[in-house]
């Protein structure tokens, strides 16, 4: 199975400054991997597919980089409604396995 | 496009349960779909897979206990959970097959 290994497990930031989420994948997988946004009490939203396919909806300050095995999603100017946890997640091979995720938290 | 699960609830240890996926807004027999968990406090956990021809795809934690099946007639996705444990209470959600529209997920709890 493919690992997924994110970092920082948490991250606090102050609204408007810029931040970088790593993903790690344990062996190349192309670009076959998608970010997710999960605020308390919800189900995951699609943010980011194909490490920097943009979503329809999703605002323009969410951006997502890498290839093989590391990957970046980028959020330029957090903004307070983007305090949550943030997953990856490979579709290169089954089983489909996610990250751990990150905390981005208020400073 | 609406998945709406259901079937949750309070369950014993080694007893059963079935999950089901309502969908709509969508054309369901041509899309594969998974079901995917969140244990309390914890990160996603895939579950399995089903794809539009009903191959099936396990996670090994739930290999020979759960089945996945759909109905394409009723537009709805099933999961049955056999000889239940308490590592598997977690919300469940269904999910299409790129991950794109989620259920709000139907929470599970194992326990005596």
């Known amino acids: 199975d493919i690992v997924l290994t994110q970092s920082p497990a948490t991250l606090s930031v102050t609204p408007g400054e810029s931040v970088s989420l790593s993903c790690r994948a344990s062996?190349?997988?192309?670009?076959?991997i998608h970010w997710y946004q999960q605020k308390s009490n919800e189900s995951p939203r699609l943010l980011i597919k194909y490490a920097s396919q943009s979503i329809s909806g999703i605002p323009s300050r969410f951006s997502g980089s890498g290839s093989g095995t590391d990957f970046t999603l980028s959020i330029n100017r957090v903004e307070s409604e983007d305090f949550s946890v943030y997953y990856c997640q490979q579709s290169y091979s089954l089983p489909r396995t996610f990250g751990s995720g990150t905390k981005l938290e208020i400073k | 496009v609406q998945l709406v699960e259901s079937g949750g609830g309070l369950v014993q240890p080694g007893k059963s349960l079935k999950l089901s996926c309502s969908a709509s807004?969508?054309?369901?027999?041509?899309?594969?779909m998974h079901w995917i968990r969140q244990a309390p406090g914890k990160g996603l956990d895939w579950v399995a897979y089903i794809s539009s021809s009903s191959g099936t795809v396990y996670a090994d934690a739930v290999k020979g206990r759960f089945t996945i099946s759909r109905d394409n007639a009723k537009n709805t996705l099933y999961l049955q959970l056999n000889s239940l444990k308490s590592e598997d209470t977690a919300i469940y959600y269904c999910?299409?097959?790129?991950?794109?529209?989620w259920g709000p997920g139907t929470m599970v709890t194992v326990s005596s």
């Open positions: 999910a299409r097959a790129y991950f794109d529209f």
């Open positions: 807004g969508f054309t369901f027999s041509s899309y594969g």
């Open positions: 062996q190349g997988i192309s670009t076959s």
